[in-house]
């Protein structure tokens, strides 16, 4: 799982491999550089909320789903912390300006790198790519197979997150911390 879009929607899985719901955002840390996933955000049954902490409780994420370390009775519910944010509610879908304020692109999805059972946030994807994958990745990968076969690449468009500063808790715009030019 290397994109947020990737993982939304996946199932949560306890240790017995029960469904208690599934992923509807990641929270993370403001302070770091490319900060690391902190709370995981689901929906339960009814469409109820839940958020868990990720250290604490999730052993590791693949194709199948979001596998935690307990069983669903000993999951203990977290909030979201005053230097925490959502990433799908509060950066996917966003304007990020320049530091002029100049609108510059969207972001269409964020890159993820999983290092162990430890994520972090690379990352906004602002091209093609990122819209295609959002729809689903089987059509961005048939577009990518489409463009291979005329002998055009579509590569991906990836702005680091350490050229990103937030602008405010509202989280409306993104900023760069460079020109847009650069």
Sequence with gaps: MNYLSEMLKLPVLDVNGNKLGVVN?????TGEVFPH???LAFQGPGKTP???SWRKYVDHVDESGV???ACDTDVRFSFLQPDELLLARDILNKQIVDTQGLKVVRV??????QSGTQLRLLGAEVGMRGILRGLHPVIERAVVAIAKLFH???????IAW???DLLDRDLSKVQLSVTHKR
């Design 50 to 52: 839940f958020m868990i």
């Design 67 to 69: 596998h935690l370390k």
């Design 108 to 113: 269409n999805d964020l890159k993820l790198s």
């Design 152 to 158: 055009k690449r579509l590569d991906e468009q990836i």
């Design 25 to 29: 955002d990641l929270g993370i840390a």
């Design 37 to 39: 996933v902190t709370s």
């Design 162 to 164: 350490n050229y990103m």
